[in-house]
């Protein structure tokens, strides 16, 4: 049965609440999750060379945790966005000579 050419499914689907996303620090749970979303969003494979892994993210976490931060779809527990920030010494006067990943120690 129809009202309005709408189902009665599709009516229940539209009153649902929308899923809340909460912004948090990450945790060891989080970190593969991560790796998938940074693979999908450069449309990369897990693993490709450049990509931060696991261990990217967990060095990160314990060298500034206070600037790492995901995004997380309460409903699900998945993660659906994230930031990867860390600190270093940089002087704008100065040209960067070395590549990120030197710059970086990979990472």
Known sequence: MSTNGKTHESQAALQREPSLIAVIHPTEACFGQMEKLQADAYSCKLGE???LTADHFRSHLRMFPEGQFIAIDTETD???GMTVSMRTDFNPSQP???SWNATTSYG
């Open 49 to 51: 060379d450049g990509l």
């Open 78 to 80: 998945h993660v659906v």
């Open 96 to 98: 960067l000579l070395d």
